[in-house]
Structures are given as structure tokens and as C-alpha cells.
């Protein structure tokens, strides 16, 4: 009888072995469990993804805020065309186009201490083949960055601002970018949504700081005020020891100025200042008409000599002393009108009294104490009446909310200056300093705002001050630095190359 | 030897004997197939419950993390413009210099313009005009991401965007259950919600936000709350922040 092909099929052993059946449910089951849970994993992978990416996009801005902060208080005291100066070697891993120099393009590209591109794509912890290098202007940390932690990197570069002199590398107006970006590695191997080849998140973060040179005196002793009266005494001078001289004194030292010198006068330089710079703005009552008055009529005999300086005034026996308010009013230095404003003069010194790295507490006698060195200066702080001297020294910027008493030796090195109620007192000691002085009374209206009195001094014994720009500059190079700007850099507001 | 009918050899002659067992079976009798039947039914509902209770933990949970990513990345954009709210060094910013600017300021950084409505002003680009309006602060606010609105649409639980693009308010967040500003001070006091605009200094933000469906086991909408703040940096208050 003849088999349908079914049937011999059917007679074939291995079809008719049904415990295959539940091999083959099984397989189906799992298939599609796996298929399942493939689905699952796939989403959860890519949910970690993103999760990891927003992660790591905050820990790279993490790392920038660090570098920025850092680096931001680390430029206090320092010189700033010397940072500009400076150029670093910047290796390159990988190979990209670079802006013409003198494109629009460029000026941004740079600022850029690593570009972003080189930091989305090297992985810093296993670098890859060097190609060359790249040179930086300004760069403030090594040239790999500086590590945070397990995977967390920044760079910090400084650069010039268009402040017109067609220098990158001179500052010229006191404001100058902070560049920081920071990195998060994402992890050997691991896949981005960004498709798969980039090897960091960052963050890219720029501030436009400015140094403020509101205090960027011209004398050693300036005087801010309707008047001055005597600070001790009946007498603004007394005797015939002090010296007040308003040559500049450049490559002058805290030692020369404590030990046996060279004579101060081997140091003079410059035709344009005076010994005492009277300000006052109030052009309707002749500016600081009634302070030099009163400074040139306490001068007696012979002590309108010991006001030396390039200017001086017939009017006041040829004493070196001008009414500079003028002087102020046009000068180049944006900043210089400010000093016009009690408000922001006292505004500027309770920022001061924040960041100061000596605080004196109202009634301090510190005999034979030390306020910094020129290697080291320091920002001082009294906040009310301070007594100063029995040998002590200092360097950077002193600020006194009081009256000021100097008694035995003291010397200091950089910018004093006496605010509040403005008395400075040097009545009978032996007194130098190199750099500048300001002294202003300054009265609390009440409202938060600040208005200006007559200050108090007396100088006598054997008391020198002499004009230092650099002293002056190394006091105000220690200020807190203006933000002018903050901005989080990206490719929406960058120009592209 | 003999061979199989694949052609392979085989010398097992104990297996004759099975083959012929296995030839005489006919199939399944009634009650097996309703015995199996029954069982497989037992064990096939076993894992779709298994399955359906894992699906919908799946599905709940995927929910979430789809609203939270999107919060996420809406409270990330309102900080970062929180940040650079009144970066003006150009001045735009009536009678000011910065960095004190708040003091004095004829046009805030930050102005509520309601309940959960801010208008975050500030100048970050524009310089280049040749490349988009990209680049330096140009000393106006005329340009994308310089005025930017955020709002929260309570009936729609919709957070939104103005840009200041010309492309009026986008989305940047569905499911957002509730949605609030706290405006402080320098000194960290709480403004309260009509804030002198001049004292601005920092913003939180909270956000309260719901899965898209309800959980179909327990009906209720699963919800996660995101809440950071930042200092308005550009204004010189430039301290650390919560992150």
C-alpha cells in the first residue's frame, strides 16, 4: 500500500518524538524573555546613559567653578603682564584646524586654554600619541590641567581684553578674561548619546575680571578732604626730621628701607609728582583750595623743605604739594574718579575687611609685630583705632577704620590706607614708608551711604615717606578683583572656526 | 554496520528496542492533554503575572525617569541663566557699575513678572554681528538668551521658555506638578513672593514632578521633587553655591 508523504513523514522516529515540544515551548518562552528583558536593559542602559552624561556635565562644571575660584583668588598680588607673558607648551592628541590668526574666531579660539574639542575627545588618564603642541599665553595651570579627583580635570588661562594697545600680552587697562574649563571623564569604553566617541563632558566657564585701581595713588601722602586738622598736638608737622618725598623710588626694598641704605635719593626717578596731593572735588568751592591751606600754613620754617618732590607750589614756600583733584578728574585710569565716592571707598574696604589676611580688632597695640614681606605681603585689617611700631614691619595693603598711632620703629612697605575716623598720628617716632598713604574721614549717613569729613595727621620725628608706584601697586594688586562678567560658554554663543 | 537513516553509523543494538517502544506510542490519550493542558494554562498564567507585575514596575519606573531626565535638564537651563542673570559689562543696566549694580539698577537681573514667572535679563553675546550675533556682551539685550522668560503653566503642568529668539514659549518640562521660586537676598533672607527685584541675589528653584501614567497596580501618579540654587554671579555675588 502506498505511504503519503505525510504519513512517511509522521514514521520518520525523530518526528515523532514528542518530548521535543517542550524544548521547543521552552525556546519560545525564552526568547521571548530575552527579547524582554533585552528591551528593558536597552532602555535602562540608555536612561544610565543620559543619567551619567547629566552627572557628569555637572561634575565637569564642578571642576571649573574649583579652578575658577582658585585661581581667581590666587591672582591677587600677582603680576598680571608677567602671567601674560608667559608661554606654555600645550601638547596636542589630536589633529584640528586652527583660525587664521586675526580672525574673529581666533581672538576667542585664543582664549580657550585646551580647546573644547581636545577635551570632549582625549582621554587625560591614558593619553594617547603626542602630535605636536600647541604654545599658550597665560596658562595658570599645568599644561594637562590640574586633577580634581577620579576622572575630574581643569585649565585655567588668563588673557589680555582689546583694552587697545594691540597687546595681548600687556595689560593696559586692568581687565583681563579667566577662561577655566573643566572636564568629567565618562569612562573608558563607555557609550554617549552624543555617538559614542566622546570621551569627556565639559564645561567651559569665562569671567571678565578687573583689577581695581581706584587706590592707584600718585604721592606718598594724599590727602582727601574739605580740610585737615592736627591729629595730635596743635601742629600738622612737627620738627624737622621727616621727610616726605614724592620722587618715585623704584627698585627700593622694605630692607633698603630698614637697614643702612643706599640713601633713599640714589633711588629717585620721575618729573610728574609731589610730595603731598590734596584732593577734594568740589569744584565749586576751589577743589582743595582750603587743604592746602591749611597744609601750607602749619609748614614752618624750614619744614616746607622736607616736602620734596618734582612739583612744588611757589605758594607754599616751595613745598612739593599740589591740589590734584584735577588731576584725578582726567585720569586715564578708569577708576581713579572713585575715589570721589565715600560710599564705594567704604563699600571697598568692608570687601576688604572679608579677605583680609591680618584682622586687628579696635584698640590693638601691636608693638614688634609683622604685617607680610615683599615675598610674601599681606592684606591687613584694623578695624578701628590701631597703635603700630616697637619694630615692626609689613608689606602690602594696610587698611585702618580708626586712627592710626605709629610709636618707636615701624616700616612698612606698599599702600596704607586710614579711613573712618581718618587720624593718623606720627608724633615723635621713626616711621618708613615706601609706597603710598591715604587718609580721608569718612561719616555714615545712615542710609548706607557715606560721605567725606576733614582727616586728621601729624607727622613729626623722624618719620619718611616716599613714593613707590610699584610699593603702591604691589598694595592694590591684593584687592579682591572686580567680576565684571560671567558667562557659561557655549558653541551657541562662539563664534565657530 | 548498519546505518541510520542520516547515514550515520551505528553499533548500539540496545536501541532497537526503544525505537520500536517509541513507534508503538500513538499520542496522547484525552486526559493527558487536559492534564497538560491545564498545567501548562497554570504555569503559562504563572509567568504572565510574573511578567506583567515586572512590566508594569518596568513601565512605572521608566516613566519617572523619562520626566525626571527632562526636569532635569529644564532646572539645569534655568540655573545656568539664574548664573548669568545681569552680566553687564557693558553697562546696559541703568546707573551701574558693577559690581554693585543691584544697589542702583533701573532694570533688574531677575523681575517676576507673577506667580512662578521670571524674566532673567542679561548680556552675554552679540559682539559678533558677522557670525550670527555670537561672541562678546555687545552692551545690548537684544539678542537670543538675553532676555529669557520662564514660566510654569499650573492647569497644563507645563514649564516653558521664551529664549527671545522670536520663536515665543517652548516646552522645557511636561508633568510638572508644581513649580515654585524662592528669591533671598545677600544675606540668604527669603524675599517672599513679590521680592524687592533690587535684592535679588540668589534663586531656588523646586520643582515637583509626575509620571506621564498612573501606576496601573496602585492608580496613583508617581512623582519625584528637583530643587537647586544659584547665585546671580554676573552681579559680583560671587560666592559658592548649592549644587
Known sequence: MAVSPREALLREPIMRDERGMALLLVMMVSVMLGLLGLSMAFDSVNDMTISHEMGNRRKAFVAADLGYNKYKNELRGSQLDAILATVTSVPRYISYAEPGSGTVPFVYFSRDPVTPMEAMNVDFDNLPTLIGTRSVNGLLTPAVGDVTGAGGRYWVKLSDNDDGDSDLTVDADGRFYLRVLGIQSNGAGRASTYGGTVKNSIAVMEAMLERDMTLDLSAPFTLYGPGVNPASGGNLFNGNSFDIDGYDHPGMTLANLMGSPPSHTTFHSGTTTAAIDAIWDDSGAGDADDLMTDVCSDLSGPQAANLDGPITDPACGDASIQDATDNVRSDSNPDATNIFDATYVMTFVENMAKVADIKLAHGTNASGQDFGTDADPKVTYCSGDCTLGGGGSGAGLLIARGRVDFNATFAYHGLIVVVGAGEMDQAGSNVGILGGLFVAKTIDNGDGTWSYGSPAVTVAGNSNFYLQADGIALGYSLMTLKLLSWREITREIEPAF | ?243
Open chain 2, 1 to 243: 554496520m548498519k546505518e541510520d537513516m542520516n547515514g550515520r553509523g551505528s553499533n548500539n543494538r540496545s536501541a532497537q528496542p526503544r525505537r520500536q517502544a517509541l513507534r508503538s506510542s500513538r499520542g496522547f490519550t484525552l486526559t493527558e492533554m487536559l492534564v497538560g493542558s491545564f498545567v501548562l494554562l497554570l504555569v503559562a498564567g504563572a509567568i504572565t503575572m510574573v511578567m506583567s507585575e515586572g512590566q508594569h514596575s518596568f513601565q512605572s519606573q521608566q516613566d519617572i525617569i523619562e520626566v525626571t531626565q527632562d526636569a532635569r535638564l529644564a532646572l539645569d537651563q534655568i540655573m545656568t541663566c539664574i548664573r548669568q542673570a545681569g552680566n553687564d559689562p557693558e553697562e546696559v543696566f541703568a546707573g551701574q557699575t558693577p559690581p554693585f549694580s543691584h544697589l542702583h539698577s533701573e532694570l533688574y537681573p531677575i523681575e517676576v513678572s507673577g506667580p512662578a514667572h521670571i524674566q532673567v535679563s542679561s548680556d552675554i553675546t552679540g559682539a559678533e554681528t558677522g557670525f550670527g550675533n555670537t561672541g562678546d556682551p555687545d552692551g545690548e539685550l537684544n539678542d537670543r538668551y538675553e532676555k529669557v522668560q520662564i514660566r510654569y503653566v499650573t492647569g497644563a503642568d507645563l514649564l516653558q521658555i521664551d529664549i527671545s529668539n522670536g520663536s515665543g514659549w517652548q516646552i522645557m518640562a511636561e508633568n510638572v506638578a508644581d513649580f515654585d521660586f524662592t528669591f533671598y537676598d545677600l544675606q540668604g533672607n527669603d524675599l517672599g513672593a513679590s521680592p524687592d527685584e533690587s535684592l535679588i541675589a540668589k534663586v531656588a528653584v523646586e520643582m515637583k514632578i509626575e509620571s506621564e501614567r498612573p501606576d496601573l497596580k496602585t492608580g496613583k501618579f508617581q512623582s519625584i521633587t528637583l530643587w537647586s540654587e544659584a547665585m546671580l554671579r554676573s552681579q559680583g555675588f560671587d560666592v559658592h553655591e548649592e549644587l
